[in-house]
C-alpha cells in the first residue's frame, strides 16, 4: 500500500519544485506526529522499583507498572557490581507484570544489582537500577501449611475497607531475628516480635509492602505484598425510581428490562453467566485485582466463552470452564476447540478463595500462567488450600446472592465423566480428567445433550434481582432471569403490587414494589343466526356471542327507541334466543349488543329489515 504522504505529492505535481518540497516536509512531519505512524512510542518506564531477597537462593524485583501497553519488561543483573558495569539480561517476564522471581547462582552473601526496563516494538524505557545485599542462612520467608512450607509467602493478603484486618508473616529457621515491615499504609503496623501486621485501611485498593526477617544486625530476607482492599460493606440503592410497567391485558405475557433499575454502590463491575436456563451474577473485585478483571474482561467482550463448555468439576471443591467450546455451531458433541488465549495475565493473590468465589486456572509450579481458564469455589474450605498453592490463586469475584450459589452447587452435584479424554477431540490445553455431564449414567459416546453448555457471559450490575411477593397472586405470575423480568397477567382484572429485590454482594438487599394493572381490553363479538317471524309483529331473534373471558349479557333495542335486556349469557362462546315484539309494519331495525363480566361491549350489530 502507498504511504499516505505519496497521495499528497501526487496532488502538489503541479505546483513548482520548491513548494512541493515545502509540502512534502509538512506532510512528513504531520503523519510523524500521529499515534501508530512513524518511530514507535518509547514505553513508560518502571517506577518504585525495589530489589529484595526472600531467601538465600533469590533475589526477586518489583515494580509498578506504568507502561499499559508494554509488550514485556526486561531485567539486567549487573556481573560486576563492586568494580564496573556488565549487564546481562536474567529475565523477560510479560507486559502486565510486576514482579520476577530470580533464582541467583549462590547462596553467598552477595550485592545484586538489577535494573529493569519497560519493551514495546523495540523501544526500551529509561532503565531503573534497584539492587539488594542478599544474606545467606537458612531462615527464610515461608509459607506453612502443616509439615509442607513453600519457599515464600503468598504474595498477597486479604483486607476490607473500614475494617480491622491481620496476616501473618510466616518464616522457617530459628535464630534471633525480628519481623518487619516497610511500606506499610497509613494505620497498619507490625508487631516486630509476634510478626502479626495488623490495622485498618480507609478505602479499597491495591496497597504494595515487603515484609520480612531481620538478623545479623541490618540482614533482612524480605517479600513483597499486596494488601488487596476490598469496598466497605453497601446496600444496593434504586436508580430509576420511574420505572413503571404499562398495563397488562389479560394473558399477557411480556418481559421487561431491568438492568438499569438498581446499583450496587460500591461495585462498578459484574457478570452474568448463563446456563441450562439458570444465571449466576458475580460481583468483579475490579479495584483489588484490576488486572485478572481487566484478563477476564476481555474474553466476555470478546464472545469467547458463548456456548463454551463446563470441562471439570470435582466434589466440594470446584467447577471449572473457560477452556473449550464446540468446533462449530452443530459440531459432534465430541468435536472441541481450544479458546484462543491471550497473553498470561500476572498473579494476584490476596483475597481470600472462599466459596462462591470466582478464580482463574493456572499451570502447576507457574504463579503467572493463567489465561482463559477460571473457576468457581464450591467447597467450604477452599481458602486453606488455594490461597497458599502455586502462588496462591487469584480470585476476582464473589457470586452475588444465594441463588446464584444454588446453582453452582447443583452444577457441582452433577455426575462426572472420567473416559472422554480418548474420546474428545480439540482440547490439547484443558483437563478432561472428570467433565460434569446431563446423563446419569453418563453414556459411552457422549451426544448433545451430554455436556453442560456456558451460553454467555455477559457484563451487568452486580446485584441479583429476584421477586419478593405478587399481592394479590391471583392476577400475575411473574419471574426473573439475569436481568430481565417476565410477566404473565392470569387475570381476573385488578392491581397488582409486584416487589423486586436487589441483593449485593455482601448479602445486603433493597426492595422495589411495582404498581402492575391488568385490563380486560378484549371486547366481545356477536351475531344473528336467524330471524323467524313470531305472530303479528313479533320475531324469534336466535344468535351467538363469543369472548375470551366470561360473558354476562347481551340487549336490544327495535327502531332506535330504549335499549331493553335480552338475558344472561353464560361461557365465553354461547347461543341465545328470544322472542321480541314490538316491530311495525314495513321497514324496521333491531340492534342487539353483548356484554361480558368485566363490563367490555361489543360493537352495536345493526340489522335492517321490512315486514310485509
Known sequence: MNHPILLVTRRATCDNSARTMRLQILCFLFFLSLPGLGRAQVPAAPTNVVAYAPNQTQANLSWTDNATDATGYEVEVDQDPGAGETWVNVATVAGNSEVARITVSSPAEQLIRYRVAAVRDGQYSDRVVAEVLKPEGSLRLANVL??????????GAEARAGVPFSFQIAKVGGGTFTYTASNLPANVTVNTVSGVVSGTIASEGIYRCFIGVQFGGTKRFEQVKYIRVLPAASTPVVVDPGFTIPPLDVDELVSFDVSELFDD???????????????????????????????????????????????????NFIIQGGGARALFPGAPATNWANIPVQAPVLNEPGLKNRQGTIAMAKRGGDFDSATSEWFLSTGVNNASNLDFQNGGFSAFGQIVGNGGLGIALALNNLPRATGYQSIITGTSEVLLESIPVLQDPPPAVPNANTFVTITSITEVEPVEISIVSISPPTILAAGVFGNDLFVESRGPSGVATLTLRATNADGNSVDFPIRVEVLDTNIPAIGLTSLKRKGGAGLLIRGRAADDNQLASWRYRINKKGWKRGGRLIGTLTKFSKVVKGFRRGKNILEIQAFDKKGNSSSVLRQKFTLN
Open 146 to 155: 502443616g509439615s509442607f512450607s513453600s519457599e515464600i509467602n503468598t504474595e
Open 265 to 315: 454502590p460500591a461495585r462498578d463491575k459484574g457478570v452474568l453467566i448463563s446456563t441450562l436456563g439458570e444465571s449466576i451474577i458475580i460481583a468483579l473485585h475490579d479495584k483489588a485485582t484490576p488486572k485478572t478483571v481487566a484478563n477476564f474482561l476481555g474474553y466476555v467482550q470478546r464472545g469467547d466463552y458463548i456456548n463454551s463448555y463446563l470441562h471439570r468439576s470435582s466434589a
